[in-house]
C-alpha cells in the first residue's frame, strides 16, 4: 500500500483487514507534523521525533483513561488473591 506523509510516498505492507486503521495512523502522523512544523524550525529529524512522541504520549493517556492501566489492574489483582487466601484459611480453621 502507499502512503504519503508530508508529501513524501512511501510504499508499506499491511494486511488488507489492518489498512483503515493505518490511513487513520497516516492521517494522525499528518496532522501532527503540520502541527509542529509551525512551532519547530530545527531539521526534519527532530520534528519527526517530536511527532513519534507526541503520538505516544497520546496513546499512553488514552490507555490509563480508557481504565487500561496494566500495572494497577496487576496490583488490584494481586490484593484480590490475598484476600482470597487468607478467607479460605479462616474458613479451613471452621471444619
Do not use: W
Not at 25 to 35: F, G, I
Not at 43 to 68: D, F, K, P, W
Amino acid at each position: 500500500m502507499k502512503i504519503q506523509i508530508m508529501g513524501r510516498e512511501y510504499q508499506v505492507s499491511v494486511k488488507p483487514d489492518e489498512r483503515e486503521t493505518l490511513q487513520a495512523a497516516v492521517e494522525m502522523v499528518n496532522a501532527k507534523l503540520q502541527q509542529l512544523l509551525g512551532k519547530n524550525s530545527s531539521g526534519s529529524e527532530s520534528t519527526a521525533v517530536m511527532c513519534a512522541l507526541m503520538i505516544a504520549h497520546e496513546a499512553v493517556v488514552a490507555q490509563r483513561t480508557a481504565g487500561l492501566d496494566m500495572p494497577s489492574y496487576q496490583r488490584r489483582i494481586e490484593a484480590m488473591i490475598r484476600q482470597i487466601d487468607q478467607a479460605s484459611m479462616k474458613q479451613e480453621k471452621l471444619f
